[in-house]
Structure formats: structure tokens, C-alpha cells
């Protein structure tokens, strides 16, 4: 079983992912070519996958302290749900982003699955990742 120290490391990883990720990604380059604007759409879907990554990992971890045992990361967002770590909407949203990100993993080459995917990792993904790293921060102590 891991340590609180190391699920705290692992929250502290989501926090990093995801400011990094909001600061740099949630706003278009202006006055930017086909070119930079395809660079930043990747960028955003990939800074996504990570910061998610980083999210279920260390909710992965905490569920386990408390003595849950899951599977993969659709798992672990459920079960986010049934213990109230998060409410309906944002496990679903979670869950619906596992598959998205499934499918962004194999997909750099069609243009209009990756603007969908950057606006929608833009405009409903990163509030969720960051309303569930917020909350959860009090349950680890530092």
C-alpha cells in the first residue's frame, strides 16, 4: 500500500499537470497561421492526456488507501462517484473523457477530430479535472 506521502506526490503532480495545462492551453494564439493553430489544438490534447493521467492515477491511489480496489480508469471514476468524490456529472464527464482520450491516442491525423477535441477539452474537461483536484486536495494532508 502506498504512503500519504506518495498519494499526496501524486495529487501534487495532478495540481502541476493541470495549472500548466489551464495556463498555457485555454487560450487560442492570436493571429496564428493553419500551421499554429494545428500545433496548439495537439498541444491542448496532449497536455490533456497527461494532466488526466495524472488525475486518475492519484485517485487511483487514494481509493486504495481507503481500502477500494479498481481496475482501470473508468473504474476508478466510477467509483470516484460512489464514494462521493465526485458527483454524477463530472464522474460521467470523467468517464466520457477516458474514451475521448482513447480515441485522441490514435487520431492525429484527422483536423476536425482534433479542433472538436481541443474546444472540448478546453470548455468541459479541464472545469471538471480542476473541480475534482480542488476538492480532493483536503483529503490528503500535507
Not at 492519484?58 to 482501470?72: M, N, Q, R, S, V
Not at 474514451?99 to 472538436?116: K, L, S, W
Request: proline share 3%; glycine share 2%; charged share 30%.
Amino acid at each position: 500500500m502506498e504512503k500519504i506521502e506518495q498519494i499526496h506526490e501524486r495529487l501534487v503532480n495532478a495540481q502541476k499537470a493541470l495549472e500548466v495545462s489551464m495556463d498555457r492551453y485555454t487560450n487560442p494564439p492570436e493571429h496564428a497561421d493553419a500551421i499554429d493553430i494545428t500545433l496548439y489544438m495537439t498541444a491542448v490534447i496532449k497536455s490533456f492526456e497527461f494532466t488526466h493521467g495524472c488525475l486518475w492515477v492519484f485517485l487511483k491511489a487514494y481509493l486504495k488507501k481507503e481500502g477500494i480496489d479498481t481496475l482501470g480508469s473508468k473504474d476508478v471514476f466510477r467509483k470516484c462517484y460512489e464514494y462521493k468524490l465526485t458527483n454524477a456529472q463530472e464522474s460521467q464527464i470523467l468517464v466520457n473523457a477516458v474514451e475521448d482520450r482513447n480515441v485522441t491516442a490514435h487520431q492525429y491525423e484527422d483536423e476536425t477530430t482534433i479542433q472538436t477535441m481541443s474546444n472540448k477539452i478546453i470548455k468541459e474537461y479541464y472545469p471538471v479535472l480542476k473541480s475534482v483536484i480542488e476538492r480532493t486536495e483536503s483529503l490528503i494532508p500535507r
